[in-house]
């Protein structure tokens, strides 16, 4: 457990870091904060990966490695940026556990992430990429805050503790044509229409019955202007899909952009796609989730079961498909506003829950 002393250190951090928010994949001010309070306060082994840091306790070549990750990007807010989703108090909670390992044996190499670009869903890849270790690790862990919980909570879920998902467009270009002879034309409004409207029936396909969740979201649907001389030639369905299975959501992309070929060649219009923000399902492994939960019930720590998968995404699911781990949540508070709203800033009563839950996993 943290003292008095180093509580209010790991406070005076997260406080720095929300000074100083920067948008995903610009975090440079962020790092070098970081990097300095670890190299003043611990003795771990930090560094520079690339637009991520990683700061190594090292106790033996032959010992096995266990990661944590913190992401630690801000959210966009006008011209800046602004902590709205608390990845400063992850990043400050993290380098809690870099306080409370210093001089400790725990017959285990701990290495701690500092992620960038979570909330592009890009971080995650960069360290898959640049990273070839991450192999070898023996399991990782992450957590975020989560509002509308009680404060302090340790929220755990077998399973899926997160969706998948992405926005997919669908982009049609035609031929235009006088509005009194449309025939002459190629035009995209019928087709899109007709994907917005099958794309449920798609849904119940892939389902064929089954109560997970897959869904998708209108997002946006435009076509043509409103010039009435002239027939459409050109237009985009935007639609946000989202479920407990990646798969899921592969398999609905298929079938969507099969259909729109298909109408596309029936009616003379190109066809394109685009995936943006892909994210995937964020699923723990059961040996890893099982001994994580016994660690904590062990520790004394109020874990509250979820039954439901959180809705949103977290890129942290990219690291769960190279390393078996654990993500979970800390409840924030029921009162707490919600994130990414302009009231929400991260609570750092939340820190020494946090730390204490980091080091149950030790
Ligand atoms: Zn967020
Ligand atoms: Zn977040």
Redesign the pocket.
Known sequence: MLNTNQLNMVMALRRALHGCPERSGHEARTMATIRTFLHENTSLEVRDMGGWLLATHWEGDSLPAIGFRA?MDALPAGDGARHG???DGHSAMLCGLGLLLEGRRVGRNVHLMFQGA?ETGEGARRIIDSWPELNSLQTIYAL?NIPGYPRGAVLMRRGCFACASCGHIVHLTGRPAHAAYPGDGANPIGLLSRLALETPQMIEEILSGDDRLLMRTLIGLNAGGEDFGISAHEGRLCQTLRGHRKADIDALVQKIEARALAGSRVAGLKCNYEIRDAFPDTTNDDDHYDDALARFNAAGLPVKLLDEPMRWSEDFGWLLKKVPGVYFGIGAGEDCPG?HTESYEFDDGLIEAGVRVFEALL
């Open positions: 992401d989703c608390g990845h979570e975020h994130l």
